[in-house]
């Protein structure tokens, strides 16, 4: 297909991550464990999506929560984000916890 502009193609000097034609997963946004604290982390995507359920009464799933890092603010997405540089993204997984983990109550060498 011609440019009608006829302007020529220059290669990109940058990649966007996210905006390609390979599509981004949930792997690839995990959060980076080592800057951040994950606890914290959690608790806070947490704390936004709970709040999110009180006022919303979306039947759709979420992917996850956006969040700034320097900021208590975030928000739920239903698609995988691209990211700024100080966003944190956060699966719902963690957010809901494992639910599939099978580890006893009790230790099985207590009588």
């Known amino acids: 297909m011609r440019d009608p502009l006829n302007r020529r193609r220059r290669p990109l000097s940058f990649v966007i991550r996210g905006a390609g034609a390979v599509p981004l997963t949930t792997a690839a946004l995990q959060p980076r464990w080592d800057r951040i604290n994950s606890a914290e982390a959690i608790g806070r995507a947490r704390r936004i999506y709970y709040a999110f359920l ?23 997405v239903y698609e995988l984000p691209v990211l700024l540089p100080e966003e944190q993204f956060i699966p719902m997984e963690l957010v809901r916890g494992r639910s599939g983990r099978n580890r006893p109550s009790r230790s099985p060498y207590r009588s």
């Open 54 to 76: 009180e006022q919303s009464a979306s039947a759709a799933e979420p992917l996850g929560i956006v969040m700034p890092a320097e900021s208590s603010g975030g928000r739920v």
